[in-house]
């Protein structure tokens, strides 16, 4: 059938035009109702033939297909499978809906692949690479498998394809393999005459995966630059904005000329750019810095109703960025109006963004603008009355109390359900500050009932995360409801009640919220009470609970907190949860990536400022963020650095940082993860102003983090979450990978037990080690 399908068919439909005859051929489910009841009679090479012939006949959404996939499954028929039939196999399952289900299945195909993968014909080996990619299949033992046996075929047997697909398929999965990367630059990457033989595709796909995951080969890249400049009149708009956004990624300029030359390209074919290229594009050359006049007509496009609406919250977000760093703020507003114009919503990603540029510049109406079209799109009234007081918090930070005092007055006014208690404590609180302001506009001060429950918001923007897209118009629930129990069970003003409501309230409901609870609060609290900073990083502030705990242990010396969160209706919730608690002089909080928004502090609080960083974001981010700390000389000499989560689910860059970086005293603190009786670490160390560099971890180290990556992945996506036991084994590679590595850290606590306790004590010890205490 396969064969004969255009003959048969006579085209029409997807597929070559296969799908739509098939269906209507009596023989197809003659077939598949013949074959059905005998396919554990099938050998594993028919099984894969199978496989393979439904997926070339874009038949992927039969059942016939996954039921033959478990039938190749069972009854040992892998352990005898030919290498051909089990790369078959696994190409024609990538397409597999369910993510449980395609993981079972690729669980059993990795193990013909991890004990003979040496056997594989070349062909064979690529595939499977490819198809592990594709499926999404994290298991480390697979790639380091694949790269072993690719080392051994002669070089001059990979084609182009061959090499590209590696390539892609170790960098789509996060798979960093320098040993792999090193051998396939030298061998291929930076030969002119192997190089020009790449197609588009292939030279794109190339330098997309090298990016993602940071691997520089600076004479691999310009050599693959100059061949697609070669090339520049063959591309399509996906392989200008992904040949771009690579050497954005990478911060590499090109050889002389590279960047205008491929802009140049693009300029003349940008009428063929849909939406999501636009903002890539436009993105890397801000990145770049490179004002070219394709950005104006991207720019045009990006007005027009149609591409406007086709955007999605990232690439406005990528948008808004990229048109403030080249300091045209016009610009950024202009797409923003341009959204609301067309029908479209911003979305939390885009306002995570544009919310940035209103903080870090200079006009406050411009900043009012936006953050009340985000409650607008928010459509809750609780949210409303939540982002119109951060909106008076940001005035009144910005010096404009008289202001801040009307807009909550007007606010007042025009709809009681746009008030909170917070809004109370806000309009005391400025009154006190300008009593003359008071006078003037002649309003009585109301003292307010006290807060009550109400129902759970139903909001109309979806949260940043990935996991949590699926909520729909649940998003943000349960972080308005562990606001709400702060108003409702803790005394205005009163820190630590805040704080204990916040755990009773998770407590209370078996709801896990991302807080530095328990033992852990017990390490933040005292590492910032021994550290005394004057200003101390948050990055990552959730629901403002570590903000809290860090700003009462460095009130007392007039310390400040400055909290960094990406998520704008999360920076919401903190200042919300800052100014009831009545920390807002002690704490700011900003909203927007640490790359782009880091740079700001350093004009705002001076170099060499910063006494105290503690990360609480996405673990593979924390020695980045911290290098980028390091680079702009924000870091006062004796600062100590402090990160959560570091065992679970895993940041062993980070941890090579501090044992192998600038870093004084590297410790690991034992603890247990609040309302879960795991063990998870936080691991410090104080920087030295006069200290090495970081030196460049092991290869092995790359595997660990592979590993940590898997692991969040499938604790975040599958549908069966990891029992205690997996934590545990994972905890056990983990640190073994640390060993094998060299940077496994002096460990304080129980380590390996259940239930550690953690003493103030404990802490002071480190700075006593540190030489920063006195014996």
Not at 194 to 223: C, R
Request: hydrophobic fraction near 45%; glycine fraction near 8%; aromatic fraction near 8%.
């Amino acid at each position: 059938l396969s064969d004969k399908g255009p003959q048969l068919g006579g085209g029409g439909g997807g597929g070559g035009g296969r799908p739509s005859w098939l269906r209507s051929d009596a023989r197809w489910g003659q077939c598949c109702n013949a074959l059905r009841p005998r396919l554990n009679e099938l050998t594993a090479r028919d099984a894969a033939n199978v496989l393979w012939s439904l997926a070339t006949l874009d038949a992927r959404d039969d059942p016939l297909l996954v039921e033959t996939a478990e039938a190749l499954c069972v009854g040992g028929k892998l352990s005898v499978c030919d290498p051909v039939s089990v790369s078959k196999a696994a190409w024609a399952l990538t397409g597999l809906a369910s993510r449980d289900k395609r993981t079972e299945i690729f669980n059993h195909l990795a193990v013909p692949v991890v004990l003979r993968a040496e056997s594989f014909p070349l062909g064979a080996l690529t595939m499977t690479c490819y198809a592990f990619a594709k499926a999404d299949h994290r298991d480390a033992d697979v790639y380091e498998a694949l790269s072993a046996a690719l080392e051994r075929h002669p070089e001059e047997e990979l084609r182009p394809i061959d090499v590209c697909n590696v390539v892609w398929a170790f960098c789509t999965v996060g798979y960093r393999d320098d040993g792999l990367f090193a051998r396939l630059c030298e061998s291929h990457l930076t030969k002119p005459e192997i190089v020009k033989n790449f197609n588009p595709q292939d030279i794109t796909n190339t330098t997309w995966g090298l990016s993602k995951v940071a691997y520089v080969h600076t004479q691999a890249m310009n050599e693959l630059a100059l061949a697609g400049m070669n090339q520049r009149d063959q591309f399509k708009p996906i392989h200008f904005s992904n040949f771009l956004y690579s050497f954005a990624m990478l911060r590499l300029p090109g050889p002389e000329g590279f960047v205008k030359y491929i802009a140049d390209g693009a300029l003349a074919r940008i009428e063929r750019f849909d939406s999501g290229n636009l903002a890539i594009m436009v993105w890397a050359l801000a990145q770049l810095r490179e004002p070219h006049p394709v950005v104006d007509a991207a720019l045009e496009r990006i007005k027009q109703p149609a591409i406007c609406a086709s955007l999605t919250s990232r690439a406005r977000s990528m948008l808004f960025l990229a048109f403030f760093r080249f300091g045209r703020p016009n610009d950024v507003d202009a797409i923003f109006d341009a959204t609301y114009a067309c029908g479209a919503t911003v979305g939390a990603s885009g306002y995570s963004a544009v919310v940035m540029t209103g903080e870090h510049g200079p006009d406050a109406e411009r900043e009012m603008r936006l953050q009340l079209a985000m409650a607008k799109e928010a459509g809750d009234e609780r949210m409303w009355a939540a982002i119109g007081n951060s909106l008076a918090i940001r005035l009144a930070k910005r010096g404009r109390i008289a202001e801040a005092r009307r807009y909550l007055l007007g606010m007042r006014a025009g709809n009681s359900r746009h008030w909170s208690s917070v809004s109370a404590a806000l309009l005391a609180r400025l009154t006190e500050a300008d009593p003359a302001g008071a006078a003037r506009d002649e309003e009585p001060l109301y003292l307010d009932a006290p807060e009550t429950w109400v129902a759970p918001v139903k909001s109309g923007i979806h949260p940043i995360a990935a996991t949590r897209q699926n909520e729909g118009p649940h998003a943000y629930t349960r972080e308005f409801m562990t606001l709400q129990a702060v108003l409702c069970g803790a005394p205005q003003g009163d820190v630590d009640a805040c704080m204990m409501a916040i755990e009773q309230f998770a407590e209370s409901r078996s709801l896990w919220l991302k807080i530095t609870a328990w033992e852990k609060a017990v390490v933040v609290h005292e590492v910032a009470k021994h550290a005394k900073p004057m200003f101390a990083i948050e990055i990552g502030a959730y629901v403002g609970y570590s903000a809290m705990n860090i700003a009462r242990a460095i009130r007392p010396h007039g310390g400040k907190v400055i909290s960094l969160e990406v998520d704008p209706m999360h920076v919401t919730i903190v200042r919300n949860m800052v100014e009831y608690a009545g920390l807002s002089d002690n704490v700011d909080v900003y909203t927007g990536y640490c790359y782009d928004v880091i740079p700001h502090l350093l004009d705002i609080y001076g170099p060499r400022s910063i006494g105290m960083v503690f990360m609480d974001q996405k673990g593979t981010r924390f020695h980045t963020d911290l290098a980028l700390l390091e680079e702009l000389g924000l870091l006062a000499d004796g600062a100590v650095i402090l990160a959560d989560n570091v065992l679970k689910p895993g940041a062993p860059h980070y941890i090579w940082h501090l044992m192998h970086g600038p870093y004084k005293a590297p410790t690991s603190v034992s603890v247990r993860e609040f309302l879960l009786q795991s063990e998870d670490w936080m691991v410090m160390g104080f920087y030295d102003a006069n200290g090495p560099p970081v030196a460049a971890p092991p290869p092995i180290l790359n595997r660990t983090a592979f590993e940590s990556d898997a692991f969040r992945k499938r604790s975040m996506f599958d549908g069966v979450a990891p029992s205690k036991s997996d934590w545990w084994a994972f905890s056990q590679r983990f640190v073994d990978g640390l060993q094998r590595a060299g940077c496994k850290p002096p460990i304080v606590g129980l380590h390996g037990r259940d239930n550690p306790v953690i003493q103030p004590e404990d802490i002071a010890g480190i700075f006593r080690r540190a030489g920063l205490l006195p014996p």
